[in-house]
């Protein structure tokens, strides 16, 4: 009996998570005209309302420790194969702790 008691101890102790989110390259256009690589986080297939309403991430280098934004390898541009991405890592805040990195050849389940 005492085996039982622990597993359902644990299984309610788990928390299961789904992502389920798309991710798309856009261009930003700042102020002055400029334009730098970014990406777009939707709950689904974006509307035309999504994509005005919704902000955007600069690409960046380095995602680590405190710094936030999206950090892409591999085929990340615009009309790129995203079958081609090797790495993706997106970190948002630290508390609460919002930070995912998929890896390719980890055999990470995501379609990417």
């Known amino acids: 009996m005492k085996p039982l008691v622990i597993l359902a101890t644990l299984l309610t102790s788990l928390h299961l998570s789904k992502a389920d989110f798309y991710v798309w390259a856009v261009d930003i256009q700042d102020f002055w005209g400029g334009q730098s690589e970014g990406y777009a986080v939707y709950a689904g297939d974006p509307s035309c309302a999504d994509v005005g309403r919704v ?41 609460p702790l919002f930070h995912w990195t998929l890896y390719k050849d980890r055999g990470h389940p995501y379609k990417m």
């Open 55 to 95: 902000g955007s991430w600069n690409k960046q280098s380095d995602v680590s420790g405190r710094k936030t934004g999206v950090r892409c390898n591999g085929n990340c541009g615009l009309g790129e194969d995203p079958d081609g991405i090797t790495q993706f890592e997106m970190h948002w805040t630290n508390n």
